[in-house]
């Protein structure tokens, strides 16, 4: 499948593009997922749709798709696409800029689909002001990683996924008690900012995730900690990947 031309359009939620004054809305502790987690295994080799034909391969990367998501973005592309993922947790943008070549030559994607970014706007340590990757570290490694893929392959078209938002109270309660790491939302919406005009500049397709959870309502999609998924989460996140790679395939 010949990588195909596309246009600026963005799927980003109106709350991407908002001012900085409505960033700082009280209220907006909505959120989402993502913690560290093994990853699906990896298929050796492509499987074949009823016709014989090579099915297009989707490479998905990130902490968000872990094997729950994996298993029903697969089960939902069945027949129309091979999805495959790295078998090891993908970390954040560093730990994915490192690994991209690599992966991109072993599986020949046609489609990969980015999901990096909350391992970023972690704290350092709990309690501290430093990310563990700084936002124009993240635009840069962002820029980087879509630069590589579109170098190392002829035909991988790169698709990012926005940060899921987070519960800013529910994290909260949850850390001061583990006292290993925190979050914010505001860091969501500024990391998200800037990587949305990074894929404008580079023509990668943008999928929102951070808008698919808000319009289906954060708080029923959330675990108590505030930022992993609940089951209902992962369906719906898993149905709004799979969607959009279809709409591409």
Excluded at 52 to 79: C, D, M, N, W
Excluded at 209 to 227: E, F, I, S
């Amino acid at each position: 499948m010949a990588r195909p031309a596309f246009s600026r359009r963005s799927f980003l939620h109106k709350g991407l593009l908002a001012s900085a004054a409505a960033l700082a809305a009280p209220g907006l502790t909505q959120a989402l997922a993502a913690g560290p987690s093994v990853q699906a295994p990896t298929p050796t080799q492509p499987p074949e749709a009823d016709d014989g034909a090579k099915l297009p391969v989707v490479f998905l990367i990130g902490t968000l798709h872990s094997t729950a998501v994996h298993q029903q973005v697969e089960r939902l592309l069945k027949g129309k696409a091979s999805v495959i993922s790295p078998a090891t947790n993908c970390g954040n943008s560093l730990d994915v800029l490192k690994n991209i070549p690599g992966w991109i030559k072993q599986y020949n994607p046609d489609l990969v689909h980015i999901s990096t970014g909350f391992e970023d706007v972690r704290s350092i340590y709990y309690g501290s002001d430093d990310r563990m990757v700084p936002r124009s570290f993240y635009k840069r490694n962002l820029f980087q990683i879509i630069d590589l893929i579109y170098g190392v392959s002829d035909k991988a078209v790169p698709m990012w996924a926005t940060i899921t938002p987070i519960d800013d109270d529910r994290l909260v309660e949850a850390k001061a008690k583990q006292r290993d790491w925190t979050a914010f939302n505001d860091d969501v919406l500024l990391y998200n900012r800037e990587a949305a005009k990074i894929c404008r500049r580079m023509k990668a397709r943008v999928n929102d995730l951070y808008g698919t959870v808000l319009d289906n309502g954060a708080q029923a999609l959330l675990a108590p900690n505030g930022y992993d998924l609940n089951g209902k989460g992962v369906t719906v996140v898993a149905q709004q990947v799979a969607t959009s790679i279809e709409s591409y395939l």
